[in-house]
């Protein structure tokens, strides 16, 4: 049996006491559930990182500290995470019984857009002490307004 569980996300504003949200990508969204219960959740809307700061993260952060470094891209984004985000969980030894306190990187995807440019501030002193990395903060020569072109092959 799956547990994933069908659902949507759809945008809406509340102003002046009355709702607005897209009517008809609500009826579209809807079409495609089955029939039975379900339970609709509004949440206030938080503003999470942007996609510039996500570029940014990986043109200015990720790719320098792997070249520096020697490690892949994915294990620079996971050591990152580990060191400059970490979170502590705790872990059952469940043959002795103990728990065991560790260190995992933290979730970066649900940082807002202060968060993750203190997160990014923190990774570039990381860079700098552990792999002498200097990594540049975005800026007039490094455009992440816009989604990176794509060069053809010739």
Known sequence: MSSHRPGFTL???KEDGKWSFDKHRFQ????RLS???YDFIVEKHVNSRSGKQNRAYFACIV?????????EEDEVHELL???CNPKTVEMLNKQTGEVEEVIIGGTTTAMNIE???LYFKRCQQFAAETWDCYC????EEHS????????RAA
């Open 11 to 13: 945008p809406a504003k």
């Open 28 to 31: 579209r969204l809807t079409e």
């Open 35 to 37: 029939d039975g219960p």
């Open 63 to 71: 790719r320098p500290c792997s070249e520096s470094s020697g490690y």
């Open 81 to 83: 995470k580990r060191y």
């Open 115 to 117: 968060e993750f440019s």
């Open 136 to 139: 540049e903060d975005p800026n």
């Open 144 to 151: 992440f307004n816009e989604k990176p072109k794509r060069t």
